[in-house]
């Protein structure tokens, strides 16, 4: 029998394969949320950066349902008017077709007939593919001597103060609601979003911008009534002001009395914010009568 003593074997220079973990009992952690205050302030950046290119001002009084007896011609109607106050400005999209139809309480072939007149009268054009939709060519002509004559006439003269009463009314009286109303930190934020995209906005694009700065007044209100009533105000004196060249002084004039407008409001004073809004009113009819002497 051999006494000697068997040796150990030799340590393998392999690593030791790991061992599987033991699953853990405990429920997977959720994924950690951002923290309150930085996601508050990405979504106020959200709703002003929206709201300075007034890509959601009108949606509310532009884009709401239709009746349906007439569904397309009413259809083509509001489309018209969203991009003629450049709720929907030269070079965008339309929203997706889905969501369009649901806003506008219709079906999605009325849309598409309607959007297809609106392409072949040459307000849109319809790309297809996966970036594609129905995007706005439309561009506001430059003013030529005898435009605003001629968008007087169409209108007709006697409409004209007609218009500017209505106007009157309803703005003033949406800056006094809202100025009564309690408003939330967004829509602070959208009303002065909107203030500084109407200061900022080069000439070309000024009237889109002061556009935004009106509507915004009544939809923030959160009537529906009230701010298709803004709409249709400002709908009537378009074509005129659209014939006016952009004038420095003049906009220089309304950055003040802008200002004015969105700080009774901010300010919760509705007597200043209706004498402030009449003021400016006041000031762009005198602007129209003086070049239709």
């Avoid at 999209?93 to 009325?110: D, Q, Y």
């Avoid at 003033?172 to 009303?191: F, I, K, S």
């Avoid at 014939?243 to 300010?267: C, K, M, R, S, T």
Wanted: some cysteine; proline content about 9%; hydrophobic content about 45%.
């Amino acid at each position: 029998m051999d006494s000697t003593p068997a040796r150990a074997p030799a340590p393998d220079p392999r690593p030791a394969p790991n061992p599987r973990p033991a699953p853990d009992p405990r429920p997977a952690a959720e994924p950690r949320a951002a923290s309150a205050p930085r996601a508050a302030v990405r979504q106020r950046a959200g709703t002003a950066d929206r709201a300075a290119d007034g890509a959601l001002t009108g949606g509310v009084s532009l884009l709401r349902p239709v009746r349906a007896g007439n569904a397309f011609e009413e259809t083509v109607e509001r489309l018209l008017q969203a991009i003629k106050l450049g709720v929907v400005a030269h070079g965008e999209k339309l929203p997706p077709e889905r969501e369009l139809a649901n806003r506008l309480g219709i079906s999605r072939v009325t849309l598409r007939e309607a959007i297809r007149a609106l392409q072949e009268a040459g307000y849109l054009d319809v790309r297809r593919g996966r970036y594609g939709g129905a995007f706005v060519v439309y561009r506001p002509p430059r003013p030529r001597k005898g435009d605003l004559r001629r968008a007087l006439t169409r209108m007709g003269e006697d409409e004209l103060e007609d218009a500017l009463t209505f106007r009157m009314a309803v703005e003033c009286g949406a800056a006094r609601v809202l100025a009564t109303t309690e408003l939330t930190p967004d829509r602070r934020e959208t009303l002065k979003a909107r203030l500084a995209g109407v200061n900022d906005a080069a000439p070309a694009d000024y009237r889109r911008r002061d556009i935004a700065f009106h509507l915004a007044i009544g939809e923030l209100t959160g009537s529906p009534l009230l701010a298709a009533a803004c709409a249709d105000a400002r709908l009537r004196v378009t074509d005129l002001l659209d014939a006016i060249p952009v004038l420095g002084p003049n906009i220089e004039h309304a950055a003040v009395q802008h200002a004015a407008i969105a700080a009774a409001i901010l300010d919760g004073d509705p007597e200043a914010a209706g004498r402030a809004v009449a003021e400016h009113l006041e000031g762009t009819a005198a602007l129209l009568r003086g070049f239709l002497a």
